[in-house]
């Protein structure tokens, strides 16, 4: 394998082609668990996980199927290769999209931190219970509209193409051919104060629940208002959550380190350009994998689909004998009669 299929477009979009091959199964095995393997225990925050499965899953499908978009990394351009291109979407529009699911996935990740919060400690008329509807609200409402200012700063695309290919004089054949699409030229005010400020909000959000949350559980403990099975319960559950919505981040960030490397330097390199991005699209995949992996039920029914059995059970070895003992005395009679 050489540098130029690495460059290719070829190897970009087969390589998002077998990621969302490999994927769609894992999505469906994760929703099925979310819809009809979750516990009762776990039913307050069941929708909530949905939630936030169904954003992971569509980031995947959107990268890997919709768009699969070919990155030009230091500038902030590229084109799309994939089926919303196929339906000539136009690629603003498509730009536009792929922004709002992937910050729809963060918000997601908030709402499954309140969710806990509030079920837990604020369900009474409480003054967070008043609050937490025009909270959310505005987050799904920033989630669509967090964007809008370098939407509506789109660089003039003819004038902006010629100046990426004279920031990129290396860039090679097939992307300097193509009718690529540029995102912005100065990156810093219409991209980077808006993704910082999304970014920022959702971190900051998702460590106020997790600390509030774990913070009152441990008061209500130690007044003897909740049990210790209880908080370990929750703790465990808090955990394997912080686990889901991390462990991809952690994955992801060694091309989003790149990629500011790439921007700040002018360093163009399309072949680690495609490798990196491949990584991006594998968040939800990595997202689900951990969800089946570290909640108990979930693990339970996968174990019992792909081994054919529950965990901690052995197979009938009596049974097996016994079928073994007929298949072979059934065959035996059968060449006997075939003889005869």
């Not at 004038?159 to 690529?180: G, T």
Request: charged residues 10%; hydrophobic residues 50%; positive net charge.
């Amino acid at each position: 394998m050489n540098d130029s299929f690495l460059q290719s477009a070829e190897f970009l979009s087969g390589g998002f082609h077998f990621l969302t091959l490999i994927a769609i199964p894992i999505h469906v095995i994760g929703m099925y668990c979310i819809l009809f393997k979750t516990p009762h225990s776990m039913n307050t925050v069941k929708w909530s996980m949905f939630n936030l499965h169904f954003w992971s899953m569509a980031l995947d499908l959107s990268i890997g199927f919709l768009l699969v978009p070919v990155c030009l990394f230091p500038a902030l351009a590229g084109y799309p290769l994939g089926f919303l291109n196929w339906l000539s979407v136009p690629m603003s529009v498509q730009t536009y999209a792929m922004t709002v699911v992937t910050a729809m996935v963060g918000t997601s990740s908030v709402v499954i931190f309140e969710n806990r919060f509030f079920y837990l400690f604020s369900t009474s008329a409480t003054f967070w219970s008043q609050l937490r509807k025009p909270f959310l609200t505005f987050n799904y409402i920033l989630t669509f509209v967090f964007f809008l200012p370098a939407y509506l700063w789109l660089p003039d695309q003819h004038d902006a193409r010629k100046r990426v290919i004279e920031m990129i004089p290396n860039m090679v054949q097939h992307v300097r051919e193509s009718d690529f699409f540029v995102i912005a030229l100065d990156s810093f005010i219409p991209l980077a104060l808006p993704f910082a400020f999304m970014g920022g909000l959702t971190f900051f959000q998702s460590l106020t629940f997790i600390g509030l949350t774990t913070s009152k559980m441990e008061k209500l403990t130690k007044s003897r208002q909740m049990s210790e099975q209880t908080m370990k319960m929750q703790r465990t559950f808090l955990r394997v959550v912080c686990l889901q919505v991390t462990t991809p981040v952690v994955i992801i960030v060694i091309p989003f380190i790149y990629i500011t490397f790439a921007v700040i330097t002018s360093y163009y390199n399309q072949a680690l350009n495609n490798i990196f991005f491949l990584f991006v699209g594998m968040y939800g995949m990595v997202s689900t994998i951990v969800m089946l992996s570290c909640h108990r039920p979930y693990r339970n029914t996968c174990y019992s689909i792909f081994c054919m059995r529950t965990p901690g059970t052995k197979l009938n070895t009596v049974d097996a004998h016994t079928f073994a003992r007929r298949f072979i005395n059934e065959t035996k009679s059968f060449v006997s009669f075939s003889r005869a």
